[in-house]
Structure formats: C-alpha cells, structure tokens
C-alpha cells in the first residue's frame, strides 16, 4: 500500500511540474506510469492478492510464498488478480487521460 501511494504522489508531481511547464499533453501521457504503479499498489493491497504470484499459481503468505494446491481456490485467486489488473489499468488510464486533457 505504502509503495501505492508513493508512486500517487511521484505522479502527482510529475503531472504538476509538466503542467506548469507548459509541456505539451502528449507528453504529460508519461504520468501513466507511476499512476499505473500507484494503483496496481494500492489495488492489490485492497484486494490482498499479487497479481504475479497469483499467476504463477503460488500465494504470499507471512512466511513467504507457498504453492496454492486447491485447485478451485487457485481459480479464485486468478479471477481476482484479473480484476486487479483490470482495475489498474483502467484506473491508471482514466487518471492520465484527466491530466492530458487539463489545460
């Protein structure tokens, strides 16, 4: 989560100091990196899954990673980490489109 908001905040900044530059939208698109890493952040630390670990069909635990042998819980998990990268995506993108089109 704590990575999440940081990167909200290196975005943030980014999209500010390139606006007040004058620096043209295209370029202001940039800022959809750190706003992807942002709410891929804060995202996966709501829904409690790593979307990367999920497809490599393991879990992160408070001992580390641990394989997921349940097959159905494994579906599961999958079909959150989908949503997680859905909702990053989307969020990140809607984020960047909004400071493109700012004047």
């Keep these: 989560m704590r990575f999440g908001l940081v990167s909200l905040a290196v975005g943030l900044l980014a999209v500010a100091v390139l606006t007040q530059l004058g620096v043209q939208p ?4 940039l800022a959809f990196v750190p706003f992807f890493f942002a709410s ?4 996966s630390a709501l829904f409690g899954v790593c979307t990367i670990t999920a497809v490599m069909g393991r879990r992160m635990t408070a001992d580390g990673a641990e394989r997921v042998a349940n097959r159905e819980e494994l579906a599961e998990q999958r079909r959150y980490a989908a949503r997680v990268l859905f909702l990053t ?10 400071f493109v089109l700012a004047a």
Excluded: K, M, N, P
């Excluded at 295209?26 to 698109?29: D, E, M, N, S, T």
């Design 26 to 29: 295209a370029y202001r698109a």
């Design 40 to 43: 891929y952040g804060v995202i």
């Design 89 to 98: 995506f989307a969020l990140a993108a809607g984020a960047t489109s909004l």
